[in-house]
């Protein structure tokens, strides 16, 4: 494990969408090479930071941050910063799975096209790379022309992180990637991650404080625009140090 | 006293199918009542041949060409301007002042009775600039007048291709233009190509706007500064003068069926189109 390496710095982040605040000052650091699991209840905030990692929030009109997110000590809101390569490092997996209106293949190969590769032995093998980590290139791998749009639920949420890993991204941001999906599909997400954080760093915004438990290394607790407590993921599901974390696990609220 | 919802439900689909089945024969009546009348002149020689005694006999076949030449000038200089307007109206601008104004605009302009278009274009393309009654000026006439149909419908098009999509391509890292070339557009391409449709359907069968600047002449044009013809002013002008009835009508069955199979064929073509992605 390298848990000493830094992938991200939040220092004093503060996120406003009009006039509304939905993240009051946020100070923490988010390792590499990791899952960091953020829970939370519903408005606490959890969608709007992830959102804001690969400046997703943006193209919304509205949106505004003070402080800054370092990643690998690099602000990205900086100037300097291309938001363009940084969504690339940055790859992100929807609440609700989206795939694009096109073929499986072409759903995978979409953002790698992009980066100018064009090789079709390339793109093939990458395509079967990407399936294969997502725990989908058994079930697809025969029908790849089929639409994206054609597969159940879970197969197009692992189309959607297949997609995401085909960019080789440094690091993935899943937004509740499982809430609409049954049992065995959220397994599989979840076995898939299990392997991907030895190359990648994870960040996933869940609902389900059992999934933080059972997949992530850290946890953070989020409550009301406010980052209240981050730890070992054992840590914070045993002996939290904030009382608000420990109603929220055991259930009192949220 | 209260009337069962099994009644209410039957009581719906009675009327409800009742003026579906109005409409279609309203449609039926016009389409077979044009032909009918069209028959007795309708033939090959009828379309290949040239009008003589200023229509009295003779064939259309100018007006064929006419009907198909100012159409396809008026999509060829609105279609592309009324797409890229609509781009840039849903995909590159916020809501602001100013683009309510131009929304409020097209809609006041797609209001417009074609006549109004006419009277334009006789003053600005025939007179002003000099162009006179040529395609010309029917053409850029007739795409003034679509424009705004043009633009309405592909901006309700791109505005039904779900904001998820582009979230997805801007996630993986496309530019906004790459966005719209690779997601945004062919997704709403059926609803534009709809609108185009719709625009040629018109073009073809304007009469009002036509007359006053492509002017009326019978013969073949062979530059774009020629006068023209078009089948509905062919049609106007037997009717109207009293040249001939017969082929009046066998110019409107003509027209009639040039219009509905232009429709058939492009809502074949846009099925199968529909089919090969989905």
């Avoid at chain 2, 609105?78 to 849903?90: E, K, Q, W």
């Amino acid at each position: 494990m390298s848990g000493m390496n830094i992938k991200f710095k939040i220092e004093n982040l503060s996120i406003f969408c009009n006039k509304e605040q939905y993240l009051k000052n946020a100070n923490f650091d988010i390792s590499a090479n990791e899952i960091l699991g953020i829970i939370g209840p519903s408005g606490s905030g959890k969608t709007t930071f992830l959102r804001a990692l690969n400046r997703m929030n943006e193209l919304h009109p509205g949106f505004r941050n003070e402080g800054r997110i370092l990643m690998d000590g690099n602000d990205i809101y900086s100037p300097d910063t291309d938001v363009i390569e940084l969504r690339k490092k940055v790859g992100i997996v929807f609440a609700m799975p989206a795939p694009l209106p096109m073929s499986i293949y072409e759903n995978v190969v979409y953002g790698v096209r992009l980066s100018g590769i064009h090789d079709s032995q390339k793109l093939d093998q990458l395509v079967e790379e990407s399936l294969t980590e997502s725990y989908l290139w058994n079930e697809v791998k025969d029908r790849l022309k089929l639409s994206g749009l054609r597969l159940s639920g879970g197969q197009q949420q692992r189309l959607c992180l297949a997609r995401v890993l085909a960019m080789k991204p440094d690091v993935i941001l899943l937004d509740e990637p499982c809430s609409g999906l049954d049992p065995i599909s959220t397994s599989k997400i979840e076995d898939a991650l299990n392997e991907l954080k030895k190359n990648y760093t994870i960040i996933l915004v869940t609902n389900n404080t059992k999934q933080a438990a059972r997949v992530s290394d850290k946890t953070a607790f989020f409550l009301m625009g406010e980052m209240i407590e981050i730890g070992d993921t054992k840590k914070i599901f045993t002996s939290p140090l904030k009382k608000e974390t420990d109603d929220y696990i055991t259930g009192k609220f949220g | 006293m209260r009337i069962l919802p099994k009644y209410t439900q039957r009581g719906a689909v009675v009327i409800l199918m009742a003026a579906t089945l109005f409409i279609l024969l309203v449609l039926a009546f016009i389409v077979i009542f044009i032909l009918m009348k069209g028959f007795s002149v309708l033939s090959l020689n009828f379309l290949i041949s040239s009008p003589e005694d200023m229509g009295r006999s003779g064939g259309i076949f100018p007006t064929l060409i006419g009907s198909a030449i100012l159409p396809i000038l008026a999509i060829v200089i609105a279609g592309p301007l009324g797409v890229l307007t609509s781009v840039y109206l849903c995909e590159y601008t916020r809501e602001t002042r100013i683009t309510k104004i131009i929304r409020f605009a097209t809609d006041c302009l797609s209001g417009i009775p074609s006549i109004i278009f006419g009277l334009f274009g006789f003053i600005f393309f025939v007179e002003t600039l000099g162009f006179g009654w040529s395609i010309l000026s029917g053409g850029l006439t007739l795409a003034v007048m679509v424009l705004p149909t043009i633009i309405r419908t592909s901006e309700e098009a791109l505005r039904a291709v779900p904001q998820s999509y582009r979230e997805v391509s801007f996630s993986l890292g496309a530019s906004r233009w790459h966005t719209v070339k690779k997601v945004v557009l062919p997704n709403a391409l059926p609803g534009i190509v709809t609108g185009i449709m719709l625009s040629i359907g018109r073009s073809i069968s304007e009469t009002a706007a036509v007359i006053f600047t492509a002017g009326s002449s019978l013969r073949l044009p062979t530059s774009l500064f020629d006068s023209t013809r078009t089948m509905a002013v062919h049609f106007y002008i037997l009717a109207r003068e009293g040249i001939s009835n017969e082929n009046a009508y066998g110019t409107a069955a003509v027209l009639i069926i040039a219009v509905l199979s232009i429709n058939l064929i492009a809502y074949w073509t846009m099925n199968r189109f529909i089919a090969k992605r989905s």
